[in-house]
């Protein structure tokens, strides 16, 4: 039987605070043998990054850190977790939407030692759809003491978009320098907001909007991460003039601006078609 075929325990307090703070942690979302399966994906997609692959840390770090894109049409294990494991069902029940569509997958690898942070920031502009059912779903397969987890401003995902710069020059190659305000100074006035942080087990997840303020820390022991994003009812495609991260070269000639993301590159997940 497909696992997804089986009701997913969620509680309403679960979707209400997700809701509410745009970020909530999800205990034992994967089976052992979920992440047993995704550690051998990751390795698998470390072993052989695509073309989309980028080294996000400096070449001073005394450590590592790998990311890569849109790589599930060619690792089975990352289909698995996206198509036949719960995590589809939770997403759906998060986002109050009667489909789920996959948007993409992102690995996130920092070997230990890695000092490079991820800058506070929102996932949703750099990308290049709008609405506000989306969810994303930070699925670690080692375990993530509080030192080195993610962080996130409870309640960002209401407020503003906020400027989307690279990560390691700060560089405005999204939307134009001053069209959108900066992100606040998180750092120095952590007195002023609330920060959610979760020590995490392999086989926890956060699932967070993408409008969430977060960052990412350093890591001190090895951390690889399996990241899947997914599509409500209300999401529509708006083209950019720019680069999107991750790009889908293309699209723009395929799917017309403010249309649902009906479209090969993003499957339906929810609810199954059974076979």
Known sequence: MNSNSMSVLISDAEIKAYEN?????????????????????????????SSRAKVASDENDPGWFLEDFCTWQE???????????????????????????????????KKSGTKQRTPWHQDQPYYNIGGKQNVSFW???????????????AGSHQENWYLPRTFLKKEAKWFPEGSLKEPPD???????????????????????????????????MLRRVFSVRFLGDDIRHVPRTWETSPEFPGLSAELSAGVPMEHKLFPLAWPVKLT
């Open 186 to 220: 998180i750092e120095s006035n952590q007195d002023k907001y609330r920060i959610l942080s979760w020590e995490l087990e392999p086989g926890d997840a956060v699932a967070f909007h993408m409008l969430t303020l977060h960052t990412g820390a350093g890591a001190k």
């Open 75 to 109: 690792n089975p294990a990352y289909q698995r977790i996206i198509f036949k494991s719960k995590i589809s069902e939770v997403a759906a029940k998060l986002m109050r939407s009667e489909q789920v569509r996959l948007y993409h997958d992102h690995m996130l690898v």
């Open 21 to 49: 703070d745009g970020a909530i942690l999800i205990k034992n979302l994967l089976t052992p043998d979920e992440v047993s399966d995704l550690r051998e994906g990751i390795e698998a997609n470390i072993s052989n990054p």
């Open 139 to 153: 699925i670690p397969v080692d375990p993530v003491p509080l030192e080195w987890t993610l962080e996130f401003v």
